[in-house]
């Protein structure tokens, strides 16, 4: 692919993005990063070094999106008294680096999740403030909870339907991979063992065979 | 080391290493040319990596299909090397590098059985193997004993699924909680299952560790536990002095002399200079992956083979098939909150039921098609097979979760991890004239090479098996005490299919069937071409009828069987 052919895919990716993301020219302004954030991105490609992971592309999201993510992440994935919260254990980061990934999913995940971040704006402009971070704790749980709420009873636009769906996927995804997410379930492997024997006894007499 | 390569090994993978190393052994000369690069399982199989060291945690991308810590270079695409397909889409897995893809291979290992070979004798459908299940046993014993198995004790074994004799099988690993409930339910059903037999070292062999029972076999292995050709066949035909290897060698045409009845050698482009090079020897044998076969030889077009090389029974390219899958993600109330415990185990199913039904039970049953189906726990789908993971854990755990969070969601996650998982059957696919591959007239890789087309349509056959194994998967779920959550065979049905796309389980096999007759045929018995008397075919495409069971072991059963033959036309001065 020539250069000149490269630079014209990527164009007509972001102008199709931002068509998704029902995007004006003021949208563009508050969220200068999406209009160019596809253009220098590149993959890791397919002969990667598993010893040495790297994340190829830059993060891409801007300050308030993620300030009202975090937000979020945290109204998704609380702390209790077994696990922190997202927020503590920097998931939004990851998220970040999801939704700036140069891959087909990823893409269309930045284009649904700025769009619903712009959505939930909206609806903190109508309590008059600029963003949905900037609300007091109740509003932001009330607004979220609704939208919640509204994808349950399915009476939600598809875009909030998928808005919702795949951030829990992706804070979900990055939260329970962590070490902390992972004993918060009950993970106990990859350690090596010698003998493979089966489950423990505990775990036998809860499915009923000795 | 000789002097003059006798013979060209095209592809590095189950065929081509089982190839090179039957030959070197036996002080065969052999030049092994390998698409990709060098790839060492000590240091470059990812073995303890969570997914949280990876980007996007580790989930498939274009890049790397199958995850980020997947051992495979290449996949379903590959950046300048296309390929088509008319009517339904039909997906090609491909790999780049030394031992192909035995190291992301899932390391099942059933042999075929004495039914398999003949398959229009029994049933009347398809057509039967040139050769028998006595012929091709003790190759299965040979074969095993070199890559090192585990499997039941040969006793348990069923009609039609035979077994290693016991002196070459390891002993198996003990079901995990989740198989237990699998077992249990089936033998209700009147279901035996036993130990899957699988290439996985359960006791140390031949300076390989055994399996500490951790790590997907995806990955690869650096111990050497799970078979790959690299550890088991490649490095032991290096140290004969044998050997030799050319890496970015991707081959494209096979040259022969002017009759077209010798091959005299194989083209290739390296790729690391682009430039196209030409290397000779006494026998030329392909196993750079069965579609790739039938590509090389319709792409080898001259004066006496204007249809391509061998074909002049015109059948190359022709009966392609893939494995039928189908699953369902279920949930076992029993296991919701189980205390944590470890269930990694060797990464793949320890468990399964071979197929049951034969003669006058299927009969009885109205199972009217060939081969029959196997049925295990997946070990890609939920429960706590290996670290968790966005695609592997969570997706089955958010399933049809709407406007989930919060609390609620941190309960659901302790509640439902390790009780969501998937049960999977998979099928034979009864071969038909409708599945072939041929030279697309347009499309050409980046080195200029024309690149396959495929086209695929199930048979009716295949639609009454694939109704057959969802029917035994809804039965087996509610024998579980499980509530099934989602059954990806509706969603195929919706759209006329079996499967939503075909190739995607990466067993396809066939394209230059072996037969006992030249015009319906491409290969003898021994996988030696009808029209090129020093030409053979390694790799899956001999392959006649494909049935449930995984094809890679038959693949070297047979490549091995042709390198018999070889050598003794060697000795004999018959090439």
Not at chain 2, 97 to 116: A, C, I, K, N
Not at chain 2, 215 to 233: E, K, L, M, P, W
């Amino acid at each position: 692919m020539s250069k000149k052919q490269k630079m014209t895919a990527n164009r007509r990716r972001v102008l199709k993005l931002m068509a998704i993301a029902g995007t004006s020219a003021a949208y563009l302004q508050n969220y200068p990063n999406m209009a160019n954030a596809q253009v220098s991105q590149k993959g890791y490609g397919q002969d990667v070094d598993v010893n040495n992971p790297v994340v190829t592309w830059d993060k891409t999201l801007d300050a308030n999106q993620l300030k009202s993510l975090s937000v979020i992440g945290d109204l998704i994935i609380p702390a209790d008294d077994k696990s922190p919260s997202a927020s503590q254990l920097n998931i939004t980061d990851f998220v970040d680096e999801w939704v700036s990934a140069p891959y087909p999913t990823q893409e269309k995940d930045r284009a649904t999740i700025t769009y619903g971040l712009e959505r939930l704006n909206t609806q903190a402009n109508a309590l008059d403030a600029r963003y949905f971070h900037d609300l007091n704790g109740d509003q932001q749980a009330a607004i979220f909870d609704k939208l919640a709420v509204s994808v349950e009873n399915e009476t939600a636009s598809e875009e909030e339907d998928l808005f919702m769906d795949r951030l829990v996927y992706i804070y979900v995804g990055g939260y329970y991979t962590t070490d902390e997410g992972m004993e918060d379930i009950g993970y106990a492997g990859n350690v090596p063992i010698e003998t493979f024997d089966g489950p423990p006894a505990e775990i036998r007499k809860l499915i009923g065979i000795e | 080391m000789a002097d003059e390569t006798e013979v060209i090994v095209v592809g590095s993978g189950a065929g081509g290493g089982m190839m090179a190393h039957t030959l070197t052994t036996s002080g065969v000369n052999v030049l092994l040319l390998e698409a990709g690069r060098r790839y060492e399982p000590e240091s470059d199989a990812a073995m303890f990596q969570l997914p949280k060291e990876a980007p996007l945690r580790g989930e498939g991308t274009p890049d790397k299909n199958d995850g980020y810590f997947d051992a495979n270079i290449g996949g379903f695409e590959m950046p300048g090397q296309p390929y088509t397909y008319e009517n339904e889409q039909f997906r090609w897995w491909r790999s780049r590098q030394l031992g192909g893809r035995t190291h992301h291979f899932g390391r099942q290992t059933p042999r075929y059985g004495p039914e398999d070979f003949k398959v229009q004798t029994m049933t009347g459908r398809e057509v039967d193997w040139p050769f028998s299940y006595d012929d091709i046993e003790p190759f299965y014993d040979r074969v095993e004993t070199i890559m090192g198995i585990f499997g039941p004790n040969a006793d348990e074994a069923v009609y039609n699924s035979p077994l290693p004799p016991n002196h070459i099988r390891q002993k198996p690993p003990a079901p995990r909680a989740s198989e237990m409930i699998f077992q249990k339910a089936l033998k209700k059903m009147g279901i035996k299952t036993m130990a899957h037999p699988t290439a996985i070292l359960t006791s140390p062999l031949n300076g390989r560790q055994a399996c500490f029972y951790a790590t997907n076999c995806i990955r690869g292995c650096s111990i050497g536990a799970a078979f790959d050709s690299v550890t088991a066949y490649i490095k032991p035909a290096e140290q004969t002095g044998n050997l030799n290897i050319i890496t970015h060698a991707v081959a494209y045409e096979i040259l022969t002399d002017e009759s077209g009845e010798k091959a005299t050698g194989v083209r290739y482009i390296d790729t690391q200079s682009g430039e196209k090079k030409e290397v000779f020897a006494k026998v030329v044998v392909l196993a750079p992956g069965a579609m790739e076969s039938s590509r090389i030889l319709l792409n080898s077009k001259s004066a006496s083979a204007p249809n391509g090389l061998a074909n002049s029974s015109g059948m190359v390219g022709k009966y392609i098939s893939d494995t039928l899958f189908t699953s369902l993600w279920i949930h076992i109330p029993e296991l919701d909150y189980a205390p944590a415990h470890n269930e990694d185990g060797v990464s793949q199913p320890h468990v399964y039921a071979p197929w049951w039904l034969h003669g006058d039970a299927k009969e009885k049953d109205g199972a009217d098609f060939s081969s029959g189906y196997k049925i295990e726990v997946d070990p890609y789908r939920g429960g706590r097979f290996g670290p968790p993971s966005p695609n592997a854990t969570f997706r089955i755990m958010l399933h049809g979760q709407k406007g989930l969070y919060g609390k609620k969601l941190k309960d659901h996650m302790r509640r439902y991890y390790g009780s969501l998982l998937g049960i999977r059957t998979l099928g034979g696919m009864s071969v038909n004239e409708n599945c072939y591959l041929s030279i697309d007239p347009d499309v050409k890789d980046k080195w200029g090479v024309p690149v396959p087309r495929f086209h695929w349509q199930w048979s009716d056959e295949d639609y009454r098996r694939g109704e057959h194994m969802n029917k035994t998967l809804h039965e087996l779920a509610k024998n579980m005490g499980a509530n099934v959550i989602f059954d990806a065979f509706d969603k195929s049905r919706e759209a006329g299919k079996i499967m939503e796309i075909a190739g995607e389980v990466n067993h396809e096999i066939g394209g230059c069937r072996m037969g006992d007759d030249p015009t319906t045929s491409v290969l003898n018995e021994f996988s030696q071409t009808w029209d090129v008397d020093n030409l053979y075919i390694a790799d899956g495409a001999p392959f006649v009828t494909h049935v449930e069971k995984n094809p890679t072991l038959t693949i070297m059963a047979m490549s091995m069987r042709a390198a018999d033959n070889i050598i003794e036309r060697l000795k004999g001065n018959d090439l």
